[in-house]
């Protein structure tokens, strides 16, 4: 399944460009940014922990999504719980559904992903669109062998595995659960609340940013592939009859597009457009969906994703998840690699018929026609002093059968008798004895049943392919710097604030700074070991986009100045010290640009 950036989408290999995502992960692990979860006991695979740097990048990228996709929006937001009872998935289709190809080596017992061994040991991109049969098939014929042990697999049967981590609820007689593999459910359930807090008023969306699991059989790639992950969802609850998106204020947003035609094509490729011109030639069928990738894309620009490296790629036929009309991922390159960062999906109600049939629960909402209207409905009251003694204990199911069968077809109540079919059996029932009747019936609206569009983000991933488009080598004053480019929004630390030396009177007038800055709202780190160079590195490395040097001038000088220097071009301007939190607070929002102080 594909809707949240926790999927595969399409990964190449290339293994030239390696080192930088290990320089990449290292700098994470040194700088605080993330690092494996449990090391004092070796570490386990698929689970990793944000540090003090990752942390605040991660918050802030939340917060970016949140005011954009919540807020701007005019969006809902909830916090669901992150374990759910076992019917909710039953429901869902997760149960039966959610599964990944899984290989065993018969000799050493490793597990791994059967796509992912196609994928990365031949020319085939999108293994995980292909039915079992045809990866066992390839698997053979390449004679692909175990990662781990080199043993051979050509033999080896291909299972489906269901990904999601399995619990009890409460003690003795537990009821079973399931972690959440998706937030959405936690959305879906709570529908027959959410649309009172909504007034009943269709189209409306309600947004969750929370953790999913997923028992991943070969997590790999540091927090690209994990079992633990955070997603920031948004369900919109559209009248598939009524609703419609303002095209019109994305229209003019330039994208690049993977549709399945051109990925289909031997010599297909990626095509240059517009949403409006997109929607108007049937490249992207769905109107909300074309909106949402509207929204996404300046907004991903916004935190820092380098738009040579992003598109977005329809899902093949074989691959889109078992609710999805349509779908589309954002997808960044990596090293070479194109991963999926988010998916862009039409569930229609597949998700509220569910848990309606599930649940008992009405999943609906009740639609106010502006003048009332008189219809025709044919009912039936059968007469169950005939049908119990002629059917028994079938009596019921023949009654609920009638029912159904007035609802869709009363031509079938034009005869004597009333043919009905039931578990393989055709019964005649007496007209008279059904009770039909056509009947006026004044009513002032009627239940529908909303469609759902969701765009579904990783936010791990997100965060990866931040910092991967943000890391940069350099070289400044004959020295080799390495430094995050990351965007004034989403950064950690904001700011850098270092007094030149180890001199009381600096370092007060430093902490004084330090304390304006933070009552200003901006995200401050002090330093004063090392030379000032050092210092410099230090912030340039986590990404802090400026620094701020008490000197002695500053001290000295009656204007009472300090040096500000800007993290990508090393330029540095002296500001005064009482305008220095508003003007650098305005050109953490945009109002402002260093190069224009």
Same mark, same amino acid.
């Given at each position: ?6 999927? $595969? ?45 990752? $942390? ?30 076992? /019917? ?58 175990? /990662? ?36 959405? *459910? ?171 049939? %599930? ?90 049943? /909303? ?16 910092? %991967? ?31 030149? *030396? ?7 007038? $430093? ?87």
């Amino acid at each position: 399944m594909s809707e949240d950036g926790q999927s $595969a989408a399409t990964e190449s290999t290339d293994e030239t460009s390696e080192p930088t995502s290990g320089k990449l992960v290292e700098l994470a692990k040194r700088r605080g940014y993330f690092f494996q979860s449990s090391g004092a006991y070796g570490g386990v695979g698929g689970f990793y922990t944000f540090g003090p740097q990752g $942390a605040a990048l991660k918050g802030n990228v939340e917060d970016a999504w949140r005011d954009r996709f919540a807020v701007a929006e005019g969006n809902m937001e909830i916090d669901a719980p992150t374990i759910m009872p076992e /019917p909710v998935f039953e429901a869902s289709g997760h149960l039966d559904g959610f599964d990944d190809m899984l290989i065993e080596c018969p000799d050493c017992g490793t597990s791994s992903r059967a796509d992912h061994l196609v994928e990365d040991n031949t020319d085939y991109e999108d293994a995980e669109s292909l039915p079992i049969p045809e990866v066992e098939e390839v698997i053979a014929e390449y004679e692909l062998v175990c /990662p781990e042990c080199g043993a051979g697999l050509a033999d080896v049967a291909v299972e489906n595995f269901n990904l999601m981590f399995d619990t009890n609820i409460g003690p003795g007689d537990a009821d079973p659960g399931y972690l959440r593999p998706e937030t959405a *459910q936690g959305i879906f359930v709570e529908f027959p609340r959410l649309k009172e807090y909504a007034r009943n008023q269709l189209p409306f969306g309600v947004t969750q940013i929370g953790r999913a699991y997923r028992n991943e059989i070969s997590p790999r790639r540091s927090i690209i592939r994990t079992r633990e992950f955070t997603q920031a969802e948004l369900e919109y609850f559209v009248d598939p009859e009524e609703d419609e998106p303002d095209l019109e204020s994305v229209a003019d947003v330039a994208v690049t597009l993977y549709p399945a035609s051109e990925q289909n094509a031997e010599d297909g490729s990626e095509i240059e457009t517009t949403i409006g011109e997109a929607v108007a030639e049937g490249i992207i069928g769905d109107e909300w969906v074309a909106y949402f990738l509207g929204v996404a894309k300046p907004w991903y620009e916004s935190v820092g994703v380098d738009m040579d490296r992003f598109r977005f790629r329809q899902h093949l036929a074989g691959e889109r998840a078992h609710y999805a009309a349509d779908c589309w991922d954002a997808e960044s390159e990596i090293d070479g690699n194109w991963i999926e960062m988010a998916g862009f999906a039409y569930r229609g109600d597949y998700d509220l018929s569910k848990h309606g049939d %599930h649940s008992g629960d009405r999943f609906t909402v009740f639609k106010q026609y502006d003048e009332p209207q008189t219809v025709e409905r044919a009912t039936v009251d059968p007469d169950m002093s005939y049908l119990g003694p002629e059917f028994g204990g079938a009596a019921q199911a023949i009654v609920d059968e009638l029912e159904a069968l007035a609802a869709r077809d009363r031509d079938a109540f034009d005869g004597e008798t009333v043919t009905i079919d039931l578990e393989g059996e055709t019964h005649e029932i007496p007209l008279e004895k059904t009770g039909f009747a056509v009947e006026e019936e004044t009513i002032a609206g009627e239940h529908v049943t /909303p469609h759902v569009v969701e765009p579904s983000f990783g936010v791990d991933r997100l965060v990866y392919t931040v910092l %991967h488009h943000a890391y940069r080598e350099d070289e400044v004053d004959g020295e080799e710097r390495t430094y995050l480019d990351l965007e004034p929004e989403v950064a950690p630390t904001f700011v850098g604030v270092f007094p030149l *030396q180890n001199d009381a009177e600096l370092e007060a007038t $430093a902490d004084e700074i330090v304390a304006d800055l933070r009552e200003a709202g901006l995200s401050v780190t002090e330093d004063d070991s090392g030379n000032i160079g050092r210092r410099y590195r230090r912030q340039d490395e986590v990404g802090t986009p400026f620094c701020v040097t008490v000197d002695y001038e500053t001290i000295e000088n009656p204007e009472t100045t300090v040096t500000v220097r800007e993290r990508d071009t090393t330029s540095q301007k002296r500001l005064p010290i009482d305008e220095l939190a508003e003007t650098l607070a305005a050109i953490r929002t945009g109002d402002l640009a260093f190069e224009d102080l």
